[in-house]
T-cell receptor
Framework: DTEVTQTPKHLVMGMTNKKSLKCEQHMGHRAMYWYKQKAKKPPELMFVYSYEKLSINESVPSRFSPECPNSSLLNLHLHALQPEDSALYLC?????????????FGQGTRLTVV | GESVGLHLPTLSVQEGDNSIINCAYSNSASDYFIWYKQESGKGPQFIIDIRSNMDKRQGQRVTVLLNKTVKHLSLQIAATQPGDSAVYFCAETDNYGQNFVFGPGTRLSVLP
């Protein structure tokens, strides 16, 4: 199994809503990542979890709250988002840090904030 | 030919020709490089990687070249096929392996 599974595939939410994005992998990877990708732009790193601990937060606003319940799951909790937060949110995982092996990406969640 | 659009450079090639996609990286401490392919509506897909102690690596129909002197990476695709049409990103990371940075991307368009 070399898949990273993200749910939901699409999400529309209002600015006062609370929602969560979910990511799951069963490759035994101990590093998991959240990226944000705007149209026609490269993915931008948001958060890195290493061995279930947050190791990098790229100055992401607190309306985005990551959570790693166990080594296979990664969540991104969303609250009070703005329309400019609309983007494709990608989850990835790798064996250790990205310097050692490639990262496997999920298909992303297309988020629209209205 | 290659053109630079408002946001994303585009490379157009004839089916069957070879494609060369270029990438300049900025961090001389970068140790590991990956080429990803991203099709519309999908997540990035691994194509090939190379470490800084190598200057060339070959896969099936793809070759990555690394020139550390000028901090340049290229992806060569042999006998380009319609299924190769996508956006291609280079990505770099340093020895610590957690600051993983993507290049701006190049859209490859294969003409029949």
């Amino acid at each position: 199994d070399t898949e990273v599974t993200q749910t939901p595939k699409h999400l529309v939410m209002g600015m006062t809503n609370k929602k969560s994005l979910k990511c799951e992998q069963h490759m035994g990877h101990r590093a998991m990542y959240w990226y944000k990708q705007k149209a026609k732009k490269p993915p931008e790193l948001m958060f890195v979890y290493s061995y279930e601990k947050l190791s990098i937060n790229e100055s992401v606003p607190s309306r985005f709250s990551p959570e790693c319940p166990n080594s296979s799951l990664l969540n991104l909790h969303l609250h009070a988002l703005q329309p400019e937060d609309s983007a494709l949110y990608l989850c990835a995982s790798s064996q250790e840090g990205l310097g050692n092996t490639e990262a496997f990406f999920g298909q992303g969640t297309r988020l629209t904030v209205v | 030919g290659e053109s630079v659009g408002l946001h994303l450079p585009t490379l157009s090639v004839q089916e069957g020709d070879n494609s060369i996609i270029n990438c300049a990286y900025s961090n001389s401490a970068s140790d590991y490089f990956i080429w990803y392919k991203q099709e519309s509506g999908k997540g990035p897909q691994f194509i090939i990687d190379i470490r800084s102690n190598m200057d060339k690596r070959q896969g099936q129909r793809v070759t990555v070249l690394l020139n550390k002197t000028v901090k340049h990476l290229s992806l060569q695709i042999a006998a380009t096929q319609p299924g190769d049409s996508a956006v291609y990103f280079c990505a770099e990371t340093d020895n610590y392996g957690q600051n993983f940075v993507f290049g701006p991307g190049t859209r490859l368009s294969v003409l029949p």
